[in-house]
């Protein structure tokens, strides 16, 4: 099986779409830091999920490398948090991507605690 058959593979991705659509209405300004920074952690979700598919082999390297991909997941709200603040996201878009990204964290946090069910 490829890793973009994984449920929080095809969900990650959706959700840095997702940001990076809406991310085009972020000011100019912000383009160089913060457009950028929400940009690159959301696709480092579904990048270290594919990094960890290819280790699932080794348990242990199989899970640190899915751990990589939920902290990012885990920056990606923070970014979306400071969208939000900062009024680049109303509040529908916010709670939107914000429970995908939810979504997205049980699906990594599952992978995490059953490593076997994974082919590891």
């Not at 840095?16 to 659509?21: D, L, S, T």
């Not at 916010?94 to 699906?107: A, C, I, Q, R």
Request: proline share 2%; with cysteine.
């Amino acid at each position: 099986m490829s890793f973009k058959k994984l449920l929080a593979y095809q969900k990650g991705f959706d959700l840095a779409m997702a940001i990076f659509e809406i991310s085009k209405s972020f000011p100019t300004e912000e383009k160089y830091s913060f457009t950028d920074q929400i940009r690159r952690s959301s696709r480092s979700i579904c990048a270290n999920l594919s990094e960890s598919y290819r280790k699932r082999k080794y348990p242990k390297h199989f899970v640190s490398k899915l751990t990589d991909s939920d902290a990012e997941n885990s920056e990606t709200q923070v970014w979306l948090q400071f969208a939000f603040s900062c009024n680049y996201l109303n509040a529908k878009k916010f709670d939107e991507l914000t429970s995908s990204s939810e979504e997205v964290g049980k699906l990594i946090q599952f992978m995490i605690n059953n490593p076997s069910k994974f082919g590891a």
